[in-house]
């Protein structure tokens, strides 16, 4: 059985920093393409940011220079560093796997909450 939980979420004032952690089960971690995604209130889901399996990353533009993201293979876990955060960033925040080989695999966490305060 697959499992994504993510943790880390709450509420910070703006331009302080949150960590997030995403802990996986159930996957080869090391070979899928891990990402962070967020949704805000009536908006669609967005890639925040997201880490292959040979490391390269890649980022939105709106969080580059602010958030890093990072795994680490031994632990089966992806984190998300997010410093200077902004209001604009309030959103839940999921974690997603994604592998295609032959075959399609995409899992997804059950969000946490990230609230930014002005």
């Known amino acids: 059985q697959v499992q994504l939980v993510e943790s880390g979420g709450g509420l910070v004032q703006a331009g302080g920093t949150l960590r997030l952690s995403c802990a996986t089960s159930?996957?080869?971690?090391?070979?899928?393409?891990m990402g962070w995604y967020r949704q805000a209130p009536g908006k669609q889901r967005e890639l925040v940011a997201a880490?292959?399996?040979?490391?390269?990353?890649n980022y939105a533009d709106s969080v580059k220079g602010r958030f890093t993201i990072s795994r680490d293979n031994a632990k089966n876990t992806v984190y998300l560093q997010m410093n200077s955060l902004k209001p604009e960033d309030t959103a839940v925040y999921y974690c997603?796997?994604?592998?295609?080989?032959?075959?399609?695999?995409?899992?997804w966490g059950q969000g946490t909450q990230v609230t930014v305060s002005s």
């Open positions: 880490i292959g399996s040979g490391g390269v990353t």
């Open positions: 997603n796997a994604f592998l295609r080989t032959m075959k399609k695999y995409d899992y």
């Open positions: 159930g996957i080869i971690f090391s070979v899928y393409t």
